[in-house]
């Protein structure tokens, strides 16, 4: 999926908690080396499975989606490393070769300061 | 591989209506939709929790907090400085920006730049107008097509409902000068049917300095233009700036082809590209 317009993304993200559901925000805080995808590039995780945007194709995907799945379940919030290291780039046959510390963020009525 | 730890969650709630994510959201599109830039910062690592958030406009004034006053302070005074860099995000510990703040040395901070995408506004919706309009909505730039023949912009041959069409019905000038408003964000292809025209909206955009201001047209032709302006009083540095003839030397010679050289001008200028080939470093 594309890059998906600010205005947008955050027009998504009110929606889905006006409807009083959680929304879990993925975003590419920090990467070193060669990644799929840029920082600042963001992924939604609805509640009922939907998602839109991406941090990165099939490097890291099913992973970030497992924990993105695992957040939207617990609402608890953390920072994520994912290394893409030569070796195992080449050994699933992919492209990239760094690592991206990709933050799993939750949207939610709490407040976001403490504990949750 | 994955080795985010359990963030401790210690510290209690603050004043629910700062730190209210609806509030943020709220505001956030509020930057968004007045055309301006924030810095949206987010605690992404520290012992006392993480998720706290705050958005810190271009005049310095904020909206949330991250949880303790003096941390608040020091990331404001840092996303000032994010923001003048072309950065769209980037991390921080906070002992690098202020290392005063001992308790929060370790702690990390995300800065995001909020700002509207990019806005293309197409003047002209001829062959070469029509397919740059197409082609900047692909790569999910707002975009705002103008022409004065009304049966030039309408749905049946611009269906995308996300493409602006705008019918100049009281002439360029006042067309051009509304969409393209104080020009920030905004790159501006000049690509009428004829030099009249060109000049009419090279005028309309002259106090709003967009971003990017590109006129279509042989050298020949674009100078014709720029020296009646020029003897009209229109200052140099405008006359400067504006890309005449508009676009890389591609080689283009269909109207996509182009449409594809004014927009890969219009991203140079945007992420600070040096328009030459990236094999170019090569000595074998």
Redesign the interface.
């Known amino acids: 999926m594309s890059t998906i317009p600010q205005l947008e993304l955050y027009r998504m993200i009110d929606e889905a908690r006006s409807r009083g559901e959680r929304v879990v925000v993925a975003t590419v805080a920090h990467t070193r080396g060669s990644t799929p995808q840029r920082r600042g590039a963001k992924m939604l995780f609805f509640a009922d499975g939907r998602t839109a945007g991406t941090v990165g194709g099939g490097c890291i995907e099913a992973e970030v989606w497992a924990e993105a799945r695992e957040t939207l379940r617990t609402g608890r919030a953390a920072l994520h490393r994912f290394s893409l290291t030569a070796d195992e780039a080449s050994e699933e046959g992919m492209v990239c070769g760094g690592t991206m510390e990709i933050f799993i963020d939750v949207w939610d009525g709490k407040a976001v300061t403490g504990d949750r | 591989?994955?080795?985010?730890?359990?963030?401790p969650?210690?510290?209690?709630?603050?004043g629910?209506s700062q730190?209210?994510?609806?509030a943020?959201?709220?505001a956030?599109?509020e930057v968004?939709?007045g055309g301006a830039v924030a810095a949206l910062a987010?605690l992404?690592?520290s012992p006392h929790?993480?998720?706290?958030?705050m958005l810190v406009r271009t005049d310095g004034s904020r909206s949330?907090?991250?949880?303790d006053d003096a941390l608040d302070e020091s990331v404001a005074a840092r996303a000032v400085v994010f923001l003048s860099a072309r950065?769209?995000?980037?991390?921080h510990r906070v002992g690098e920006f202020a290392p005063a703040l001992g308790g929060w040395s370790a702690a990390?901070v995300?800065f995001?730049?909020?700002?509207?995408?990019p806005h293309v506004v197409v003047c002209g919706a001829g062959h070469v107008g029509a397919a740059l309009a197409r082609l900047a909505r692909s790569l999910?730039y707002?975009v705002t097509l103008i022409d004065d023949r009304a049966d030039f912009v309408t749905r049946g041959r611009f269906p995308d409902a996300g493409l602006a069409l705008v019918a100049a019905a009281d002439g360029w000038a006042r067309a051009v000068r509304e969409t393209v408003g104080a020009g920030r964000g905004v790159s501006v292809a000049v690509v009428t049917r004829g030099h009249n025209e060109d000049e009419e909206c090279l005028r309309a955009v002259l106090e709003a300095r967009p971003d990017y201001v590109g006129m279509i047209g042989s050298r020949r032709r674009t100078n014709i233009v720029l020296e009646r302006l020029r003897e009209s009083g229109v200052g140099e540095e405008f006359l400067r700036a504006v890309r005449a003839p508009v676009g890389l030397d591609i080689g283009a010679v269909t109207p996509e082809e182009v449409a594809l050289s004014i927009l890969a001008e219009i991203v140079a200028q945007r992420r600070g590209g040096s328009c030459a080939p990236l094999s170019s470093w090569r000595r074998l």
């Not at chain 2, 591989?1 to 963030?7: E, K, L, Y």
């Not at chain 2, 969650?9 to 603050?14: E, F, L, T, V």
């Not at chain 2, 730190?19 to 609806?22: L, Y």
């Not at chain 2, 995001?112 to 995408?117: A, F, K, L, Q, W």
């Open positions: 591989m994955n080795d985010a730890g359990d963030a969650a210690a510290r209690p709630a603050d629910p730190n209210n994510p609806s943020l959201a709220g956030i599109a968004l939709r987010t992404v690592e929790g993480v998720g706290a958030k949330g907090s991250l949880g950065d769209e995000a980037s991390t990390r995300l995001e730049r909020v700002e509207p995408e999910g707002r």
